[in-house]
């Protein structure tokens, strides 16, 4: 039976990777680090509400078989570029780093399609940032998952999301750009759960993803 860490359950992606990790049977134990709390009650779920800013807190529970890293924010939501930098790095990378000195062998990641160290935009340099310095930690499996555009439900109504899931839809199906094709966040999930069976360090791209979900 395994132990699985989440961070970033409230999400899109760990609204839906929670939800199957209860399914899951070789799932006994679910450990989720959340600013707020997802109102998800299971025997199998113990949810810690903590300050991701005081890890001295909350270190001790970063422990088991792997550790599902989905947390993140937008633009709109953080404001400026340093407070997403704020959540989609520097949080996940000290979760992760945490997690590699606690023994927890394997790290399943979300990045983003694009993501490159060297890229202008920067989205795609924070993620690939991100990817570079967790492959520097020592994990012994870090399987990454490079995902376009996420659809599913939100707790926020996000009406510039819907527009531009609507227009890469359209160019998807002229041919155009189809590595940022949208992708249900439930297929992501499904897809993280199977990379953890694999046992194999790996990054995913967005056909993988879908092959992996099936």
Known sequence: ????????????????????????????????????????????????????????????????????????????????????YKVDFTYQYTIAKIAAQNGVPHLVLISAAGANPKAKPF?????????????????????????GQLTGDRIKDRPLEKIAIIIMNLMNNLGILKRYKPVHARIVAQAMIRAEKEKKSSSYSLDEVFKLAE
Do not use: C
């Open 1 to 84: 039976m395994k132990k699985a860490i989440v961070i970033g359950a409230t999400g899109m992606v760990g609204t839906q990777l929670i939800q199957l990790l209860i399914q899951n049977d070789e799932y006994s134990e679910i450990i989720s680090l959340v600013r707020r709390s997802s109102k998800v009650s299971n025997s199998k779920l113990t949810e810690h509400i903590i300050d991701f800013d005081s890890p001295e807190t909350w270190s001790k529970y970063v422990k088991g078989d792997v550790l599902f890293s989905t947390l993140g924010t937008t633009m709109s939501e953080a404001k400026t570029k340093e407070a997403q």
């Open 123 to 147: 989205y795609m340099r924070m993620k690939g940032e991100l990817e570079k310095a967790v492959q520097g930690l020592p994990f012994e499996i870090i399987s990454i998952f490079r995902p």
